[in-house]
C-alpha cells in the first residue's frame, strides 16, 4: 500500500464550520475523504466568532506563538475534529483579526487590514507545526489568503524542519487576489528579495495569490477546462503569463461533492427521498418548492432554479434581463435562491411582484432551501461567464434537475450536451453569455419538458447515475501531494549539495 501522508490544509473557510463558497465544501469534503484513505490529514483556519459547529473545542493553555516582521504576535489554538471525521482541526483565535463573524472583513469592518489577518495565518499556520512538533509532507494551500504560506516555505523556513514540507495551492477562483500595499512583505516578515516580478510584486503592489502561485511546488485548480482559460489574457486575471510559465505543474481536477449531503437517496432536508429507480419523492420535493416560493402548486409546470451568489461571475444579471419575455413566451415557473448584488436582488424582487405564482425569489442564504430547490426544480440554471468548477450543476444532476450552463471552466467538463439525435446528454450547454443565448436555451429545455417527455426522463436518469464522489478526485490530490512530496525532496538534496 502507498505510503500515508502528513497533510496540512490552510483555508480561511470549512465546511460546516464556516462557508463563503463553494472553496469550504472542497476543503471539507477533500479532507474526510483524504481522512478515509489513511492520511494524516489536519487542518488549520481562523476562529471566527460566533462558529457554533466547533462548540467541543478546547483551548490550549498555553498560546501559539506567530512570527510576524519585527513582533511576535499570538494566537490561542482551540483544538477539535472536522464534524463526519477524524481529520484534525486547528482554530486560530485572535480577536483584532477573526473576532468578527465575517470571513473576508475583520471586527474594524475594513477589507484593508485583510492583509494582516490573512499574513497572520499564513505565518501561523507554519507556526503551528512546529508547535505541534508535527511536519507535514505537504501543506495544501486555498486562493490568495493562504498565498504567503509557500513564500515563507521557501524563504524563512529553508533551513528549518519546516522547510521540508512541499507545498501545493489550488485556485478556485482567479477574481479574487489579495492586492494590498507592498508594506506588506515587511509586516510578515518576509525577506525583502521577495517582493520582485517573479515573486510577489505585481505593478508595484504585493499580490498574495501570484507570489503563492510562484513559489508553490505544484499548482491545482478545480478543472481541466479551467486550468487551460487561466492562462490565457482572458481568464487568467493578469496572471496567465505566469501560469504559463507553470503548466508542467499545472492540474485541473474536478471537485466531487459530499454524498452523504447531497443524494436524493439520503437527504435529510427534502420533504421526500427519491432515487433513480424511484422518483415518486421528486414530484413531493417540486410541490413543497412551489409552496414555499409562493409559486401556483402544479405538477405540469416546469421549474427553473436557482441556487447561487448573485455576483456578476454568475451571469444571473442575464436571467433577469429576460424575466419579462420568459413570463411572456413561456408556460414555465422560476424560483431563484440567492443574495448578492443589490441591484440583481431587486430585479429578482421585482419580477416575482409581477407574476405572482409564476416567478419566485427568496434573497436570502438557507441551506434547506437549497437543497429543496435543487431537489424539486425540473431545471438548474447556470448561466456563469466564468466557472472553476461549479458545485450547483452537480448537485442538480444529482437530484435528476438538469443543468442549464455556459460553456464555460469546470461546467464544460462536467455536464454533457443534450443530443435530440441520439436522446442523450444530461443538460443543455450554450456559448455566448448574452440574454438572448439564454432564453432560446431555455426555450430548448422547455420544449423538451413539454414536446419530447422519453428525452427528458433519459436526460433524467443520465444525470442522476453520474458519480461525483470525493473518492476519484482524492486520489488524483494524492498524485499531485506524492509528486510535489518528490520534487520538493530533490530540490532539498541539490540545495543542500550548494550549501
Ligand atoms: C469557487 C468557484 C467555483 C468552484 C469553487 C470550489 O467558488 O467559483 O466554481 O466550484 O470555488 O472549488
Known amino acids: 500500500m502507498a505510503r500515508k501522508m502528513k497533510i496540512l490544509m490552510v483555508a480561511p473557510e470549512v465546511t460546516p464550520i464556516v462557508k463563503v463558497g463553494g472553496l469550504a465544501d472542497v476543503v471539507g469534503a477533500l479532507s474526510k ?4 484513505s489513511g492520511h494524516d490529514v489536519r487542518i488549520v483556519m481562523p476562529k471566527y466568532s460566533g462558529l457554533q459547529q466547533v462548540d467541543s473545542a478546547t483551548p490550549d493553555a498555553q498560546p501559539l506563538i506567530v512570527q510576524m516582521g519585527g513582533h511576535e504576535a499570538y494566537a490561542r489554538v482551540w483544538r477539535t475534529e472536522l464534524p463526519g471525521s477524524t481529520a484534525k482541526l486547528y482554530l486560530l483565535e485572535h480577536n483584532q483579526f477573526y473576532g468578527a463573524t465575517s470571513v473576508y472583513t475583520g471586527p474594524s469592518g475594513n477589507q484593508d487590514d485583510n492583509a494582516q489577518r490573512f499574513a497572520f495565518l499564513s505565518r501561523a499556520a507554519i507556526d503551528l507545526c512546529e508547535y505541534l512538533d508535527w511536519i507535514p509532507d505537504v501543506v495544501h494551500c486555498h486562493d490568495w489568503s493562504t498565498g504567503l504560506t509557500p513564500i515563507y516555505l521557501n524563504t524563512t523556513e529553508l533551513n528549518k524542519p519546516m522547510g521540508r514540507a512541499a507545498s501545493v495551492m489550488t485556485l478556485h477562483n482567479m477574481e479574487h487576489q489579495g492586492w ?3 508594506n506588506l512583505v515587511g509586516y510578515a516578515g518576509l525577506p525583502d528579495s521577495v517582493f520582485r516580478s517573479d515573486g510577489l510584486e505585481s505593478m508595484g503592489e504585493a499580490n498574495m495569490l501570484k507570489g503563492g502561485i510562484y513559489h508553490s511546488t505544484k499548482i491545482t485548480t478545480v478543472s481541466p477546462t479551467y486550468a487551460k482559460e487561466i492562462q490565457t489574457s482572458d481568464g487568467g486575471g493578469g496572471l496567465h503569463h505566469l501560469l504559463s ?12 461533492i459530499d454524498e452523504t449531503e447531497w443524494d436524493p437517496k439520503v437527504d435529510t432536508l427534502i420533504p421526500e427521498k427519491f432515487t433513480v429507480r424511484k422518483l415518486g419523492g421528486k414530484a413531493t420535493c417540486k410541490a413543497a418548492l412551489q409552496a414555499a416560493y409562493g409559486l401556483e402548486v402544479n405538477p405540469a409546470v416546469p421549474v427553473f432554479g436557482v441556487v447561487s451568489r448573485l455576483a456578476n461571475q454568475k451571469g444571473l444579471d442575464l436571467l433577469a434581463s429576460i424575466g419579462d419575455r420568459l413570463m411572456a413566451e413561456m408556460h414555465i415557473q422560476v424560483a431563484v435562491l440567492g443574495t448578492g448584488e443589490p441591484s440583481l436582488e431587486h430585479d429578482f424582487s ?3 411582484n409581477r407574476y405572482p405564482g409564476r416567478f419566485g425569489a427568496q434573497l436570502r442564504f438557507s441551506n434547506e432551501l437549497a437543497h429543496l430547490t435543487t431537489a424539486g426544480a425540473d431545471f438548474f440554471v447556470m448561466p456563469s461567464r466564468f466557472e472553476p468548477c461549479g458545485l450547483g450543476q452537480l448537485y442538480a444532476m444529482k437530484y435528476g434537475t438538469l443543468p442549464i450552463v455556459r460553456a464555460t471552466g469546470g461546467l464544460i467538463d462536467t455536464v454533457e450536451q443534450y443530443s435530440e439525435k441520439r ?14 443565448a439564454l432564453y432560446y436555451t431555455m426555450g430548448w429545455a422547455c420544449s423538451t419538458y413539454y414536446d419530447r417527455p422519453d428525452d427528458m426522463a433519459k436526460l433524467r436518469k443520465s444525470a442522476m447515475s453520474q458519480s461525483f464522489k470525493w473518492d476519484a478526485s482524492a486520489s488524483l490530490y494524492e498524485d499531485v501531494y506524492r509528486e510535489a512530496v518528490a520534487v520538493r525532496q530533490a530540490a532539498f538534496v541539490a540545495w543542500k549539495a550548494e550549501s
Open 33 to 36: 475523504a483524504l481522512v478515509e
Open 180 to 182: 494590498f500595499h507592498r
Open 245 to 256: 510559465q507553470r503548466c508542467k505543474d499545472l492540474v485541473g481536477v474536478v471537485n466531487g
Open 350 to 352: 421585482e419580477l416575482a
Open 423 to 436: 436522446h442523450s446528454g444530461t443538460g443543455f450547454i450554450f456559448d455566448f453569455a448574452t440574454p438572448d
